[in-house]
């Protein structure tokens, strides 16, 4: 049997260019020996206390983190394994749906995916922080805090070595063998020793079909 590789994405669920390339990965998850691991990242955690941000992003991340809680009391509630079909269908309702951030939207997802409705109650409640803390900073220290969601930790060219990235910003998310060779594309530049950055000027917004 070919052997699985394990690589692991970092979401905020409210990140639309997150949501992009999560579908994308499991695209990837298809056409290559890959098993897609999904972590809790917050924005809320990256921006607080940063100066330059405006009113109205304050104001979203004041609401966003609503859905990271509730990510990260199922996890703990239900195993880290929860993490794909739930965002999933927290995913859905933000992006697609344009739920707000409120009960209905978690109470819905939560309950789509076999969980407890009541695990809705910890997007008010800051018990579960310390633990999305310590998600959040695993997930960044390898490619520190200037970027944002989403991050891939990935098994690198040399055995027992992960390389560590944000993104890749793709839209809309290839599909089938496309979205293979941009694994294959993203995991050699990664690896790359002392390879650092390859961007463009972004002309497109998230194209969700």
């Known amino acids: 049997m070919t052997q699985r590789d394990s690589v692991d994405m970092w979401f905020d ?4 260019w ?4 999560s579908r994308w990965l499991l695209e990837v998850e298809k056409v290559r020996p890959l098993d897609i691991r999904f972590n809790v990242m917050s924005l809320s955690v990256l921006n607080q206390g940063r100066d330059g941000l405006t009113d109205s992003y304050r104001r979203l991340m004041d609401r966003t983190w609503g859905p990271v809680r509730v990510c990260i009391a199922a996890a703990e509630a239900a195993g880290p394994q929860v993490l794909r079909d739930l965002y999933t269908a927290l995913g859905t309702r933000i992006h697609l749906r344009k739920y707000e951030y409120d009960a209905r939207l978690y109470t819905e997802a939560l309950t789509e995916v076999g969980l407890d409705p009541a695990l809705a109650d910890a997007a008010g409640s800051d018990a579960w922080d310390a633990a999305l803390r310590a998600s959040h900073d695993a997930g960044m220290k390898p490619v520190g805090n200037d970027v944002g ?9 040399v055995d027992g070595e992960t390389v560590a990235f944000f993104g890749p910003v793709v839209t809309p998310a290839p599909k089938g063998e496309a979205a293979g060779r941009l694994w294959d594309g ?6 790359t020793p002392g390879f650092y950055e390859l961007k463009r000027s972004r002309e497109l917004g ?4």
Not at 186 to 191: I, P, S
Not at 206 to 209: E, Y
């Open 186 to 191: 993203v995991l050699l530049v990664a690896g």
């Open 18 to 21: 997150a949501w992009m390339t």
């Open 206 to 209: 998230p194209i969700f079909d």
């Open 13 to 16: 669920p409210a990140c639309p």
């Open 149 to 157: 969601t989403p991050v891939i930790h990935a098994p690198g060219p």
